[in-house]
């Protein structure tokens, strides 16, 4: 194939003969040793391998390295390192928000781009008020990670993580993390779990027992597709 010539991290990689078939994921642990993007699933599933593309998280053990001739990555590498962490990566290590640390590379790049897309205002599945999102209510955090899988189970931390850098960017009108009160003001929350919509009827058996008049905050998971 021509020469192909990729920029990651703020440099410059050229490659004069690499398969088409490889992925960006394979390209940077294989061929370039950048290790910080983990394979997990390699199926697109948990989020270990995210990278930061031209601004937009992607997981890149689903995306070719030939897609992505002129386009900017970004790994966790390029993120912060370990003398000189962002403000994100030194919240979720204030709030011990991992554990093993194998998902944790992923977990910072997608919620380094979330962060960007709140200050955007673009909406999530969940976001009730299209014009004005609350970035700072848990669901949203939630549902905005929910492409990134943590087998620990470090959940509440991580949200506690990313919403202090929300909070300290000031990059929504509310001032603490919250949950929707029935009368939909927000009000304040300790974080102790993962916000999950009620489930739904075909869910339990379409035989509901109790009807659902509000969300439950404190659920042990939340799960959905990433924007």
């Known amino acids: 194939m021509s020469n192909l010539m990729l920029t990651i991290n703020q440099q410059d990689y050229e490659f004069d003969n690499l398969d088409p078939r490889t992925t960006l994921l394979d390209v940077c642990r294989?061929?370039?040793?950048?290790?910080?993007?983990?394979?997990?699933?390699d199926h697109g599933q948990c989020g270990a391998c995210t990278m930061i593309i031209n601004g937009r998280r992607i997981n890149s053990c689903l995306t070719l390295a030939v897609m992505h001739d002129g386009d900017e990555i970004t790994t966790i590498e390029g993120i912060g390192l370990p003398e000189s962490l962002s403000e994100l990566q030194q919240a979720f290590k204030d709030h011990d928000a991992f554990q093993c640390g194998y998902c944790t590379p992923g977990q910072i790049c997608s919620a380094t781009a979330l962060i960007e897309e709140i200050k955007q205002q673009w909406p999530s599945h969940v976001t009730t008020d299209l014009q004005n999102p609350n970035g700072l209510l848990v669901q949203e955090i939630s549902e905005r990670m929910s492409g990134n899988i943590c087998r620990?189970?470090?959940?509440p931390n991580i949200i506690k993580a990313i919403s202090q850098v929300l909070e300290n960017q000031q990059v929504s009108n509310s001032s603490s993390v919250t949950d929707d009160a029935p009368n939909n003001s927000p009000a304040s929350v300790a974080i102790s779990g993962i916000w999950s919509p009620p489930p739904s009827e075909a869910q339990i058996g379409g035989h509901s027992m109790v009807k659902q008049t509000a969300n439950v905050p404190n659920a042990a998971s939340a799960k959905g597709e990433r924007l």
């Open 30 to 41: 294989h061929h370039l040793h950048i290790t910080g993007p983990k394979k997990g699933c």
């Open 152 to 155: 620990c189970s470090a959940y």
